[in-house]
């Protein structure tokens, strides 16, 4: 997926201290009068030193990024009692761990409104392709044919296991395959993709199968290398060992 954790919690964390440092510089304002009302007039930031344009700076260098993200909406009053709550020393509503799961949950929310055409794509292609003979539907909604059964032993998760494959998108697309490097490859099934991990603790040694891997047990929204974030992914996968750990 993508963004990192910490890389999120510091960029959010600069928008709360700029946003206090921004509060915190001179304004000017219009006065009033008292015989005479008069339109509101905006105020305006003034930056007199080096701390205040500092602050400013930093406050458009993180506003932008997240902005790029698609992260305009911020509700600034809760943003200002967070800075003050932390800078402060009080308790915060929210502990590190918490908050790296509600940025991890916007993040990927943007992410998914971007991605929302490939999603939509990847599930009316599972809707249809359920519906054809031979393929199977894991309660997870993995989808799966066999093309050849095999006979040996079957993984678990912790087990390592050699495959030969093939990665295509919808469209045909070839975005991987092991047969381009001439050898098969090796690894641990609980180290892969969703889709992977459960697909082949489906499979035989020997066994070659047919997978059409939604984008939620695949890589997500975000963008993969040649994968388009949110995509639904087909593989043709030969289970040729499995390495019992």
Do not use: H
């Not at 506003?63 to 915060?92: E, P």
Request: aromatic content about 10%; hydrophobic content about 40%; overall charge positive.
């Amino acid at each position: 997926m993508n963004y990192k954790i910490k890389y999120m919690k510091a960029l959010f964390f600069i928008i709360l201290v700029s946003a206090t440092m921004i509060s915190s510089a001179q304004v000017t304002t219009k006065p009033k009068t008292a015989t005479t009302t008069k339109p509101a007039v905006a105020t305006k930031t003034v930056l007199k030193n080096l701390i205040d344009s500092a602050s400013y700076a930093i406050g458009t260098s993180a506003a932008t990024f997240y902005k790029q993200q698609g992260i305009t909406n911020i509700n600034t009053a809760v943003l200002t009692a967070a800075i003050k709550d932390v800078l402060s020393g009080k308790k915060t509503l929210l502990d590190d761990a918490t908050c790296n799961t509600v940025m991890n949950k916007i993040m990927t929310k943007v992410q998914e409104d971007k991605s929302r055409p490939a999603i939509d794509s990847g599930m009316a292609y599972l809707a249809k392709n359920k519906l054809r003979q031979g393929v199977k539907t894991t309660p997870s909604g993995l989808q799966y044919e066999v093309i050849t059964e095999g006979t040996g032993i079957k993984p678990v998760a912790t087990d390592s296991v050699t495959c030969n494959y093939r990665g295509t998108l919808i469209n045909g697309f070839e975005f991987d395959a092991s047969y381009k490097y001439g050898q098969p490859i090796t690894f641990v099934l609980n180290g892969v993709i969703r889709g992977w991990t459960e697909g082949l603790q489906l499979m035989s040694e020997g066994s070659k199968y047919k997978f059409y891997i939604p984008y939620n047990l695949a890589y997500g929204a975000f963008d993969n290398g040649p994968i388009p974030g949110g995509s639904m992914l087909i593989f043709e996968i030969e289970l040729l060992k499995v390495i019992k750990n």
